[in-house]
RNA sequence: GCCUCCGUAGCUCAGUCGGAUAGAGCACCCGCCUCCUAAGCGGGUUGUCGCGCGUUCGAUUCGCGCCGGGGGCACCA
């Protein structure tokens, strides 16, 4: 029995007393979804449910004989072995051993699947994120989102949504004229111009490009640096390409901003927006009138001299990805950012949508990284900059992925170098691999002994070890870890479950058997056992993978 | 000034539909491998959950006000 249907066995009871006329309750006061939790204390039984606190008051009863009626009721529920009331009006409810064991098999059986809900069911979600410059490699910060916000389509997806997930290619706008100035500068050997690109990629970029075409040289006038630009966008977007696949994520669109304006997406954009009557113009500038919906002031669509703003392409491309049919946008921005925040939301109701639906703008703070006890200043332009190769190159994708999802977004993060690079065993993704190998190294174990315990007609009511039914406990949060971190965004939650889970793992694994001793005949209690370890596994590696981190058989 | 995020053990931090004795890792001390991976497990020590009110059966959690810290306020990109 999953958490899921001891919860609506219990909604069950609550409703049945009130038909019975033993509460004096609306129905439509119970609410849809029981909080069940797993209590932390092993005596209060396998879950906990606090529904007799809350109802006892518009019930007019106190809690506990609002407990004694849903209690009486739950007792006969099949699979339920026992149901104590505690405290101030707990229900502490015990299931049977075989059908908590049962649950090994049900995973097992459920196999990749296990995990996934059906809670997004039909959605379409986009999540743009990184969305930087074809100027320069991507630095720590892109690197955050480059693996939390992949994580957070990966944990739609298993929520059961359609996830695209999206890059916005910011090659319009004088940034990229610098860049291209900034590259034929560097390739005649001169100073780049002020407020251009420095570092050390910019002299490579510039030697490959003359490398490659050697007459770009002989080009003159403003034809040469704007050749040096489309040479220095293509090699550096193919970068951020090759660099973020290996760190495995995968975008499903790459979208360039120059593209939105040769579509005519920003004329049909803007026509979305005269109809909705929010443009207007003044001081010969066109604007919208953000205000309107929670915007400090007004925004410029079209500068006075004619020249749209970046708002007018941030505006267009909301209004694209709307007509691509996604119901939910949800935009990932640094903190730095944080101010576009409501002008995002008000461009999404001056189009006529619900912000409170349809877009989403998660705020992540900064990166921080210490090296040496001093902080290593991050600045693209400065060139000293740490990028998400040598983070990389320091502690392995799988490291450096989990370390930076591990963490909720909403508070700074401080990565310190020393301890990354030093190869101490206090990074967590080492815990749970480990977990997964060991039991991986545990399962080719019973292979090699021939056991088959797939096909033996396994008895999981044997697991009644105190370590065996805490872990079957765990195994079956993995649904619920998915609706809340989908839910709230959050894919730290699925981090942090895995360590709990693998803690629990270990604790089993300390005391229990698993394979018989080398004298001993095969018992009922090994096959169990390794439906349990496979289960476990199965857990692990599903939730690895919302992650993208991977699950080794060896470490 | 306005907005926003944060303040939990010596350190780094978990902890949202308000719940039982507030957790983990690191650090420190002590135990556990003749057989399934010791990158593991067990035990010991550590707290005015920033402060004060309020909401209620109950607040680290929700509301308000302070104190302390990070970030943000463009016809920039």
Redesign the pocket.
């Known amino acids: 029995m999953t958490p899921d249907q001891l919860a609506a066995a219990i909604r069950h009871a609550v409703v049945t007393a009130i038909a019975e006329g033993d509460l004096a309750l609306e129905p439509s006061m119970v ?1 849809d ?3 069940v939790e797993r ?3 092993p005596e ?1 039984g396998d879950y ?1 449910t ?1 529904v007799a ?2 109802l006892a ?1 518009p019930a007019g009863t106190n809690p506990r004989a609002v407990a004694e009626l849903v209690a009486v009721r739950l007792r006969d529920v099949a699979g339920i072995e026992d149901v104590d009331i ?3 009006g ?1 229900l ?1 409810i015990t299931l049977d051993a075989a059908t908590l064991g049962e649950l090994a098999r049900s995973v097992v059986v459920a196999g990749e699947t296990y995990g996934r809900i059906d809670r997004y069911a039909g959605q379409k979600y986009d999540v743009e994120f990184i969305s930087a ?1 074809p100027t320069g490699p991507l630095h720590l910060g892109h690197t955050r989102w480059a693996a939390v916000g992949d994580a957070i389509a990966r944990v739609l997806e298993a929520a059961g949504a359609e996830v695209a997930r999206e890059f916005y290619i ?1 090659d ?4 990229m004229d610098k860049f291209g100035m900034s590259l034929e500068a560097r390739a005649l050997g001169v100073e780049p111009p002020e407020g251009g690109y420095q570092g050390g990629y910019v002299d490579e970029l510039a030697q490959q490009i003359v490398a490659a075409d050697p007459a770009i040289l002989d080009l003159v006038g403003d034809a040469r640096w704007e050749a040096f630009r489309e040479a220095g966008y293509a090699l550096q977007l193919q970068q951020q390409k090759d660099v973020l696949d290996h760190f495995n994520t995968h975008f499903d669109v790459w979208y360039s901003e120059r593209s939105l304006h040769s579509s005519g997406a920003v004329e049909r954009g803007f026509e979305k927006l005269r109809e909705q009557g929010h443009m207007f113009e ?4 066109v604007w919208l009138r953000t205000s309107d919906f929670d915007d ?2 007004d ?2 669509l079209v ?3 004619g ?1 749209l ?3 007018a392409s941030d505006t267009a491309y909301y209004l694209d990805k709307r007509s691509r049919g996604f119901d939910v946008n949800i935009y990932l921005l640094g ?6 925040v409501n002008r995002l939301r008000a461009v999404s109701a001056c189009a006529g949508d619900d912000p409170d639906v349809n877009i989403e703008v998660l ?1 992540g ?2 990166v921080k990284m210490v090296k040496g006890g001093e902080e290593v200043r991050l600045s693209k332009r400065a060139g000293n900059m740490i990028t998400l190769e040598d983070l990389v190159d320091e502690v392995g994708v799988d490291a450096a992925r989990y370390s930076l999802i591990r ?2 977004v ?5 990565l310190d170098l020393d301890l990354l690079v030093s190869r101490s ?2 990074n967590p993704v ?2 749970v691999q ?1 977990a997964h ?2 039991i ?3 399962l080719r ?1 019973a292979a090699d002994l021939g056991i088959d315990w797939r096909s033996a007609d396994a008895d999981l009511s044997l697991l009644t070890h105190e370590r065996e039914t805490a872990l079957l406990g765990l195994i079956g949060e993995l649904p619920r870890v998915v609706a809340t971190a989908s839910e ?1 965004r ?1 894919p ?2 699925v981090a ?1 479950y895995l ?1 709990e889970l693998a ?1 629990g793992y ?2 089993f ?7 018989p ?2 004298d001993a005949e095969l018992e009922p209690i090994n096959v169990s056992r390794l439906w349990l370890c496979a289960a476990a596994r199965q857990t692990l590696a599903n939730g690895l993978g919302m992650l993208g981190v991977t699950a080794p ?3």
């Open positions: 609410p979804e029981i909080t209590p932390r204390n209060h906990a606090n606190l809350q008051k505690a405290g101030p707990f502490n410059n910011n319009r706008g004088v940034q003044a001081d010969g500038a400090d002031k925004r410029v500068k006075a001299d020249e703003t970046y708002f903190a730095d950012h944080h101010g576009y705020i703070q900064l963490y909720p909403d508070s700074p993060l401080v065993n206090d080492f815990y480990y190998a060991r991986s190294s545990v174990g709230l959050e730290h939650r942090r360590e803690n270990h604790k694994y300390d005391v229990c058997r698993v394979l001793m080398a058989e060896r470490m």
